[in-house]
């Protein structure tokens, strides 16, 4: 007798059969599959331990939001180059918003895009040259061309490269 063949008794323990309600009461002890595992509360992320959850991330958010998000982390970009980023963020939503993480992602392809012209990173059919690439430990300018060939620049603190290792 397989165990395919088992009838199963009782509830599951993580009810994905049912939504998590908004609000949770200290009563409710039901595991709705979004609780942290062990890992998360032995060593939780940076975010977890400023009350950012990854759902954040993913909800949709106006221009003016995600412009707002951006200064108040430190992240300096020019209104041209940010307006082209969210033009490419906002790709095939009709409803105008763009979550953060899908203007994250854009953000570092644009980067990368950059640095490959450049000549500081490896681009996949370069594998064998040199990358050009250097351990510093202070504030870096990254440059990025816009559209119409204007460079403009997004500053952003660099972490050397021993302690993200050591991480």
Same mark, same amino acid.
């Given at each position: 007798?397989?165990?395919t063949d088992?009838?199963t008794y009782?509830?599951?323990?993580?009810r994905?059969d049912?939504?998590?309600p908004?609000l949770?009461?200290?009563s @409710?002890?039901?595991?709705?599959?979004d609780?942290?595992?062990?890992?998360? =509360?032995?060593?939780?992320s940076?975010?977890a331990?400023?009350?950012?959850?990854?759902? @954040?991330?993913?909800?949709p958010?106006s221009?003016?939001e995600i412009?707002r998000?951006?200064?108040s982390?430190g992240?300096?970009?020019?209104?041209? =180059?940010? &307006?082209e980023?969210?033009?490419?963020a906002?790709?095939g939503d009709?409803?105008q918003l763009?979550?953060m993480e899908?203007?994250?992602?854009?953000m570092?392809k644009?980067?990368i895009?950059?640095?490959?012209?450049r000549?500081?990173?490896?681009s996949?059919?370069?594998?064998?040259?040199?990358s050009?690439?250097? &351990?510093?430990g202070t504030?870096?300018?990254?440059t990025?061309?816009?559209a119409d060939g204007?460079?403009e620049?997004i500053?952003?603190?660099?972490?050397?490269?021993d302690e993200l290792?050591?991480q």
């Amino acid at each position: 007798m397989s165990r395919t063949d088992w009838r199963t008794y009782g509830t599951p323990t993580v009810r994905n059969d049912i939504a998590a309600p908004r609000l949770r009461r200290v009563s @409710d002890r039901r595991n709705y599959g979004d609780e942290a595992d062990a890992h998360a =509360l032995i060593c939780p992320s940076v975010y977890a331990q400023s009350g950012i959850t990854s759902r @954040d991330f993913f909800q949709p958010r106006s221009k003016e939001e995600i412009r707002r998000l951006l200064t108040s982390i430190g992240v300096d970009i020019s209104d041209k =180059l940010f &307006n082209e980023l969210w033009d490419a963020a906002k790709s095939g939503d009709s409803n105008q918003l763009v979550s953060m993480e899908s203007f994250r992602a854009v953000m570092e392809k644009a980067h990368i895009e950059q640095l490959q012209l450049r000549g500081d990173i490896i681009s996949p059919g370069r594998v064998g040259e040199s990358s050009g690439m250097h &351990n510093s430990g202070t504030t870096t300018k990254t440059t990025t061309t816009g559209a119409d060939g204007d460079s403009e620049g997004i500053s952003e603190p660099e972490a050397p490269r021993d302690e993200l290792r050591a991480q």
